[in-house]
C-alpha cells in the first residue's frame, strides 16, 4: 500500500511566496516610501473626535434616562446622575404595552430579515451569474426604482392591500420583501460579479443546475453580503415608522416605533421625559446587540472584498 504524498496547501505556497515583515520594519505608502507614524496617529485623533460627536447624544439619552425629574430639570444640566434612578425603565415598559409592541416588531423583523436575504440573493444571481439577453437593461430600469418617491407608490399600496384584507396585518410589511430591494439587489450583484465565470461554467458542465449551483457554490461565497444586506434589512424594519402607521392601525398588532407615540399619548398630562429616554433606550439596544455580534461580517460586506 503506498502512501500518498501531502499536496501543499494555498496557505503554505503563500508563506514561501510573501517574505515576512520583519520585526520593527516601518510599514510603506503604495510608492514605496517609509509612512509617517504620525500619519496613523493624526488619523486616529481625527476619527476619535468624530465619533465623539455620535457619542455625546447616545451618552446624554443614556443619562437622562437614570435622572430624577428634580435632578432632569436642573441648570446648569449635570453631566452624571448624582444616583442613578433605574426605576425610569420599568415605569416606561409599564406606561405602555411594551412586550406587545416588541413581539409584533420583532415577528416583523426577523420575517423582513429572512425573505430580503433570499429574494434579493435569488434575484441578484440571475442580474451577474446567467447570460440572459436584456439583462443590463433591465437592471438599469430595476435600479431606477430606487428615485422613485415613497409618497408617490402610498396610495396605491394602500388601496391594494385594503382591497386584499391586509389592513391590520404584518402582510403589508412583510410581503414586500420577498420580491427584493433595488439597493440590496445592487450590493449583493456587485459583490456576485466578482465570482470567476469559469467556476460556475465547469458546475455547469458537471450537469448541476442553477439552483444547485446558487446554493452550493455561491450562497457560501456570499455569506459576508448576505450578513449586510441582513443587517440593513432589520434595521430598516425595526427602526419602520411611517409603514406600521399606515398599515398597522390597531393596537395589538403596532410596533415599538409607535409605542414612542402611544407613550406620548398616554403621558400627555404629565409627561416624564426621563421615562421617554429610557424606552428609547429599550427599543435601540436589540439593533446595538445585534451589530455588535456581527460587525466585523458586516464591514466585510460593506467593503465588497475579492473572491476567495
Aim: aromatic share 16%.
Amino acid at each position: 500500500m503506498t502512501m500518498q504524498k501531502d499536496r501543499p496547501t494555498v496557505t503554505s505556497s503563500l508563506e514561501t511566496v510573501r517574505p515576512k515583515k520583519r520585526a520593527g520594519e516601518r510599514s510603506r505608502n503604495a510608492d514605496g516610501s517609509v509612512r509617517s507614524p504620525w500619519s496613523s496617529i493624526g488619523a486616529r485623533v481625527v476619527l476619535i473626535a468624530m465619533s465623539l460627536l455620535f457619542l455625546i447624544p447616545i451618552y446624554w439619552m443614556v443619562i437622562s434616562a437614570l435622572k430624577s425629574n428634580s435632578e432632569l430639570g436642573a441648570f446648569p444640566p449635570t453631566w452624571f446622575p448624582q444616583w442613578l434612578d433605574w426605576s425610569n425603565f420599568g415605569e416606561a415598559v409599564n406606561a405602555m404595552p411594551f412586550f406587545t409592541f416588541f413581539r409584533n416588531t420583532l415577528i416583523i423583523t426577523v420575517l423582513v430579515t429572512l425573505f430580503s436575504m433570499v429574494s434579493n440573493l435569488i434575484i441578484a444571481y440571475g442580474f451577474s451569474c446567467i447570460e440572459w439577453r436584456g439583462r443590463d437593461r433591465m437592471f438599469y430600469v430595476v435600479l431606477a426604482t430606487l428615485f422613485i418617491p415613497f409618497p408617490v407608490t402610498l396610495i396605491p399600496m394602500f388601496d391594494l392591500y385594503a382591497r386584499l384584507g391586509w389592513i391590520n396585518t404584518f402582510l403589508p410589511l412583510v410581503v414586500p420583501s420577498l420580491f427584493g430591494s433595488a439597493f440590496y439587489v445592487f450590493l449583493l450583484r456587485q459583490f456576485l460579479l466578482q465570482i470567476p465565470k469559469d467556476l460556475l461554467d465547469a458546475a455547469r458542465m458537471d450537469g448541476a443546475s442553477e439552483w444547485r449551483i446558487l446554493w452550493r457554490i455561491v450562497f457560501p461565497q456570499a455569506k459576508a453580503a448576505l450578513v449586510t444586506v441582513g443587517i440593513f434589512a432589520a434595521v430598516g424594519a425595526w427602526n419602520d415608522f411611517l409603514g406600521p402607521l399606515i398599515y398597522l392601525q390597531d393596537e395589538n398588532v403596532q410596533t415599538l416605533s409607535i409605542g414612542l407615540q402611544v407613550f406620548r399619548l398616554n403621558n400627555s398630562a404629565d409627561f416624564q421625559f426621563n421615562q421617554l429616554m429610557a424606552a428609547s433606550i429599550l427599543i435601540i439596544l436589540p439593533l446595538v446587540i445585534l451589530f455588535f455580534f456581527f460587525q466585523r461580517t458586516f464591514l466585510k460586506g460593506i467593503q465588497i472584498g475579492s473572491f476567495k
